[in-house]
């Protein structure tokens, strides 16, 4: 065979042999970028997560209206009493209880009269008027239900300790209202949930040496966060994400006062009851407590949760 024909086929396969090897490499190259573009992979929709827990607004909400609606101030009259609960009830049921002079303290029926069994409007709440007497001691949230969560709408038990000290079981209905929760109807009496017998033991967990620490944080993140400085909020969060606020202060024309107390409940994470203190604007102090899970991360206290 001709050597200058046998060098030219030669010459011709290794071409073929590269033109082959360079498809194949573009080929790999190109399955790589659709693996991490994705672009064989099918679009999925984006869900929206929402939480089945009722929020920690509706609960505070509904405490603060049985604290206040079962207790006017010494010196203090009725007015004052109506002045304080109208920020946490809707338009309803404020023009409700201004139309039924029943529902005033100053003319509660005595404890041995009858008391008028009325209603709310669209309401099978009960009326309590014939416990209008009844000073309210203590206020716990007990539990907490959505009746209608697409409309927001709930209903909170609580336990109320009198004055006298008797324990009552009380339903409350709320809705949700722009940026806050409402009262929508009368709270009515209801039996004692089962299984509402809560352990009385708290764990032996010390917290002396961090609580001045955690004490400082959670009075700054209270006072933005009743105050509705929404801005300032994820500053005091773990991850840094923003979290809704409330504007409770200037709606209740009242101050934040102070952390009253944190009682830990468990560590690692650590959980805390702390219990806050607020003045409304007849400088009646109001108690709210709230469940909140806390986390170290270098060497400052973050907010994990708030329930």
Not at 39 to 48: E, G, H, L, N, R
Not at 53 to 68: C, D, G, Y
Not at 138 to 165: F, H
Not at 268 to 291: E, F, R
């Amino acid at each position: 065979m001709n050597p200058t024909l046998l060098e030219r086929l030669k010459s011709t396969g290794r071409i073929l042999v590269y033109i082959v090897l360079v498809i194949f490499l573009i080929r790999n190259v190109l399955d790589v970028v659709k693996q991490v573009t994705g672009a064989d992979a099918p679009v999925v929709p984006k869900q929206t997560v929402t939480s089945n827990e009722v929020p920690v607004t509706a609960k505070s909400v509904a405490k603060l209206f049985l604290e206040n609606w079962y207790t006017v101030g010494t010196g203090q009259k009725d007015e004052d009493r109506i002045n304080r609960l109208e920020p946490l009830m809707t338009v309803s049921m404020l023009d409700y209880i201004n139309s039924v002079s029943d529902l005033s303290i100053d003319n509660a029926v005595g404890p041995n009269q009858s008391a008028t069994n009325t209603t709310t409007p669209n309401s099978n709440t009960q009326n309590t008027s014939d416990f209008k007497g009844v000073s309210a001691k203590e206020v716990e949230v007990w539990e907490a239900t959505w009746t209608d969560q697409k409309a927001g709408k709930a209903k909170i038990v609580a336990r109320m300790l009198t004055s006298e000290d008797k324990t009552l079981f009380l339903s409350i209905p709320v809705v949700k209202s722009g940026s806050t929760w409402q009262v929508s109807s009368l709270p009515a009496l209801v039996a004692e949930p089962q299984g509402s017998d809560k352990p009385d033991e708290i764990p032996s967990i010390d917290i002396t040496n961090e609580e001045e620490a955690i004490k400082k944080v959670l009075d700054s993140f209270f006072q933005d966060w009743l105050g509705g400085n929404s801005e300032a909020i994820s500053r005091y969060m773990v991850d840094r994400k923003a979290i809704p606020t409330t504007n409770w202060l200037e709606e209740l024309g009242a101050t934040y006062e102070k952390v009253q107390t944190i009682t830990p409940l468990s560590e690692n994470p650590l959980k805390v009851k702390v219990v806050i203190m607020i003045k409304d604007s007849n400088n009646v102090k109001m108690l709210l407590d709230y469940y909140m899970t806390l986390e170290q991360k270098n060497g400052s206290w973050n907010i994990v949760s708030i329930d």
